[in-house]
């Protein structure tokens, strides 16, 4: 989604503004995005929600599913519109994003120059005639304030649940145009381990209000149906596919 990500000051963008528009081609190509526990019981509702592996930084990260192939997103038709009520909020962050500074825990507004959203002529300034901050540079330092702190909840999340040994390899294959896909390489918390908990670590679960996301996550893993319906649509009209556990 990113390409060239540079911080955001006064002398660089003086003369740059950003377009509101309501297309996301930009976002047709991506069949994942990360979103935080805070979203799951929204995108609950419309994507599958399963977890990645970051092996680079020994963890793991919570995604939803827009397509069933790396390069599609079933989400975006093709006049960029979205086919959905909710978006992930990385995906309407866009082109802005948080740059952690080496060595220290500040943070710096980053915006994507390669953006179209990024403009000379038309939108909103990003700073005033005297070089200060607009409100668009206020409201997105606070968006982004809010998702960071939402981020490091995430984050420890997912180390609970991989200190508990709650996380198991997703393995499903879906019928598509008269084919069986697997979908693989993504990882779904462990329903019948998360059951057998003892009564003691079940109250530390709730205790963390992490109940909720668990619940939303295993029950997103429905809409997964939903992928492949999307998907037969834009072949052609077809029975509602099947999912089979393998």
């Known amino acids: 989604m990113f390409q060239n990500v540079v911080p955001v000051n006064k002398d660089r963008h003086a003369g740059k503004k950003i377009r509101q528009t309501a297309d996301f081609s930009f976002a047709s190509q991506f069949h994942i995005a990360y979103v935080t526990v805070h979203e799951f019981a929204r995108v609950a509702a419309i994507y599958p929600v399963v977890f990645t592996e970051d092996k680079e ?4 990260r919570p995604v ?9 997103n079933l989400f975006v038709d093709k006049a960029g519109k979205w086919l959905a009520s909710y978006i992930p909020a990385i995906i309407r962050r866009y082109p802005f994003a948080l740059t952690q500074v080496a060595d220290d825990d500040s943070f710096l507004v980053c915006v994507d120059e390669d953006s179209d959203l990024l403009s000379d002529t038309e939108g909103s300034p990003l700073f005033d005639e005297k070089g200060e901050p607009t409100q668009v540079i206020e409201n997105v330092k606070r968006y982004l304030a809010e998702l960071q702190q939402m981020d490091i909840m995430t984050r420890d999340f997912c180390k609970f649940l991989t200190e508990h040994n ?3 390899p997703l393995n499903m294959r879906v019928r598509h ?7 693989s390489g993504c990882y779904v918390i462990n329903e019948e381990r998360f059951n057998n ?3 003691e670590l079940f109250l530390e679960i709730r205790n963390k209000r992490y109940l909720p996301a668990i ?3 295993l029950i997103s893993l429905a809409q997964i149906e939903r992928l492949v319906m999307l998907k037969d649509d834009q072949v052609e009209p077809t029975d509602h596919p099947d999912a089979i556990a393998a």
């Open 57 to 60: 930084r020994d963890q793991f």
């Open 64 to 72: 939803v599913l827009m397509g069933l192939e790396a390069g599609e």
């Open 166 to 168: 709650m996380l198991t």
């Open 177 to 183: 145009d008269g084919m069986v896909k697997s979908i």
């Open 197 to 199: 908990f003892s009564d």
């Open 215 to 217: 619940y939303a996550q």
